[in-house]
């Protein structure tokens, strides 16, 4: 069926820097600080960290397996690996759902990468300068009633995404990656650095670390395992097509924790460049779009060098979504191409074109179609506009759908010789308690949270 030879991550380091780049994203800089923030703090981030180690990184192995075992694209990936199988309809479903997700991802992900960019121009052009109370707010609220303005920065974010995939994976993902990340992580520290010279490390330090264990319910495992996901890429084909360009050589397992390690570094980090300003700075803590959109810019603008920090700080959220949308965005180009379908550039402005129609919908339904609720006989999604509609299904629910597959399929389907040859373990028994997490562990508490998630009303 292959009709183009897939090209290869130049080396391993070229892979990481990619994964890493999908990995962190809006989900470090932007939801985790507020996730912790909304849900009790300490207790939530030995929970969220519980999560990765115990989850994350054998799903992360378990979906970069799937991805280059064959080295195909992730649904040619599912219908090679249960060959022979009598449920391989199921599997080959399982492939197209893994590629669909990250499509709705981006169909909200988009737009607040479109944000994003906005407020680097909007900072730059002094727009958020000299600022009275309340100000800020008024500037966030202007942009979300405007379609004009949302749907020009997410035009833009969508272009810069697609022009990086068309250009391949060397030539495109990789030379981004390489440029972007190490600014992410310049930027990054110099924001904790500027943090630390203002005070209010130590709030910090009590705020994120000290556990309050009655915070900790059904709710929270399920907030915490979601932002997990989120955030490690999991439960769609990201994994899995960055997976198959990586080359044989490199081991599996070890990408695996310099991802998971990278990720959970950022997103903790992210609350230490942006607690500390917000406690010197007697502000209040909210939560959601109004902490970075409309609390910080109010500090930015009242601090010395306020200014080029507040720059700073939103081209790291601009940096960070890049290099998520382009993982977002590669899997359906990469099938597309491998079929024949189309060329790589063709796909890239295709797949381009139909994402930037839903993305249109999402900036819309902030305001001219925020009253439309498109599930409204569903008793959970009748206040959900599409914008809301999209996060909670794909970022919610067939992500975790995706990522009980991938384990069920190869921890139970697919032959045990072929992870084992991929893993590079031997026979050891890191390799048996990967496998026994992946058989034993992740299905029945994914499928519980899965339950739990359609629990609240969904059915
Ligand atoms: N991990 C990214 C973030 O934290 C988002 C992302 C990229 C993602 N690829 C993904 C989320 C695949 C789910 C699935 O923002």
């Not at 809006?26 to 009790?40: A, D, K, S, T």
């Not at 900036?363 to 996060?391: C, G, Q, R, Y």
């Not at 009980?404 to 590079?424: C, D, Q």
Request: aromatic share 14%; hydrophobic share 55%; charged share 10%.
């Amino acid at each position: 069926m292959s009709h183009v030879v897939q090209e290869k991550w130049s080396s391993g380091t070229a892979f990481l820097l990619a994964a890493i780049g999908s990995a962190v994203g809006l989900g470090n800089i932007y939801r985790f600080p507020y996730v912790v923030g909304e849900n009790g703090g300490g207790a939530f981030v030995l929970l969220y960290l519980g999560i990765v180690i115990v989850f994350g990184i054998p799903l992360v192995m378990t979906e970069l397996t799937i991805g280059r075992r064959r080295q195909v694209p992730p649904i040619t990936a599912y219908t090679q690996l249960s060959e022979g199988k009598k449920s391989q309809p199921f599997w080959i479903f399982a492939g197209y759902s893994s590629v669909i997700t990250p499509l709705g991802i981006l169909g909200f992900y988009f737009v607040i990468a479109g944000w994003t960019l906005n407020y680097v121009f909007k900072i730059l052009t002094g727009k958020l300068s000299n600022l009275a109370e309340g100000d800020t707010q008024a500037v966030f609220a202007d942009m979300m009633a405007s379609p004009g303005t949302l749907i020009f920065w997410m035009t833009l974010s969508v272009i810069i995404t697609a022009f990086i995939i068309s250009r391949g994976i060397k030539a495109g993902l990789e030379k981004a990656v390489n440029i972007l990340m190490p600014m992410l992580f310049v930027i990054l520290l110099s924001l904790v650095a500027y943090s630390a010279f203002n005070g209010g490390m130590a709030e910090t330090f009590e705020f994120m670390f000290t556990p309050d264990f009655e915070k900790i319910n059904m709710k929270t495992l399920l907030e915490a395992t979601g932002q997990a996901f989120f955030s490690l890429s999991l439960g769609s084909a990201t994994m899995l097509v960055y997976g198959s360009y990586l080359p044989k050589e490199v081991s599996i397992p070890k990408m695996a924790c310099g991802v998971a390690f990278a990720d959970t570094f950022v997103a903790l980090v992210s609350g230490f460049a942006i607690f500390p300003i917000i406690f010197t700075n007697g502000m209040e803590l909210n939560s959601g779009p109004g902490l970075v959109f409309e609390t910080l810019p109010v500090i930015f603008d009242q601090m010395p060098f306020g200014n080029v920090f507040g720059i700073m700080f939103f081209l790291l959220l601009a940096f960070a979504a890049i290099t998520s949308t382009i993982s977002l965005f590669e899997p359906a180009v990469s099938n597309l191409e491998e079929r024949g379908i189309f060329t790589r550039r063709k796909a890239s402005l295709v797949v381009g074109i139909g994402l930037w129609c839903l993305a249109a919908l999402s900036a819309l339904s902030l305001n001219v179609l925020s009253d439309w609720h498109p599930l409204a006989f569903n008793s959970t999604l009748e206040n959900k506009n599409i914008m809301d509609l999209l996060e909670y299904l794909s970022a919610n629910g067939m992500m975790l759908v995706n990522a009980l597959f991938a384990a069920i399929f190869l921890g139970w389907i697919v032959n045990r010789k072929e992870s084992l040859e991929e893993l590079g373990l031997g026979d050891s028994w890191l390799f048996k308690f990967w496998r026994s997490i992946i058989k034993y562990v992740v299905p029945p508490i994914v499928g519980y949270l899965i339950i739990d998630f359609l629990g609240y009303g969904l059915i």
